[in-house]
């Protein structure tokens, strides 16, 4: 069974940086999408951003110019890199990776938190 291993969450200021990590054990070659979502209080789970096995990425509006999807594929590993951050980022952030024949799986979520 695929688990995918989430961390790099935290409390940090508006205008601070992160960066979230997902690992997960199968290939990345045997991938066809990885993606980050968030879940604020109150709010549905929306895309963040995305990346597919081609390297074409799309990010939400939201994320567009602070946040970057980034693999990397010796260690299987997908990242957020999250810039100038703002309060309304806080949410819970999970991964998501779309495996070629056994489908998609979720991380655990890794909370973060930005303060004003």
């Known amino acids: 069974q695929e688990q995918l291993v989430e961390s790099g969450g935290g409390l940090v200021q508006a205008g601070g940086s992160l960066r979230l990590s997902c690992a997960f054990s199968?290939?990345?070659?045997?991938?066809?999408?990885m993606a980050w979502y968030r879940q604020a209080p109150g709010k549905q789970r929306e895309l963040v951003a995305l990346i597919s096995s081609g390297g074409s990425t799309h990010y939400a509006d939201s994320a567009k110019g602070r946040f970057t999807i980034l693999r990397d594929n010796a260690k299987n590993t997908v990242y957020l890199q999250m810039n100038s951050l703002k309060p309304e980022d806080t949410a819970v952030y999970y991964c998501?990776?779309?495996?070629?024949?056994?489908?998609?799986?979720w991380g655990q979520g890794t909370q973060v938190t930005i303060s004003s």
């Open positions: 199968r290939s990345i070659l045997s991938i066809n999408v």
């Open positions: 998501n990776v779309q495996f070629a024949g056994i489908g998609g799986r």
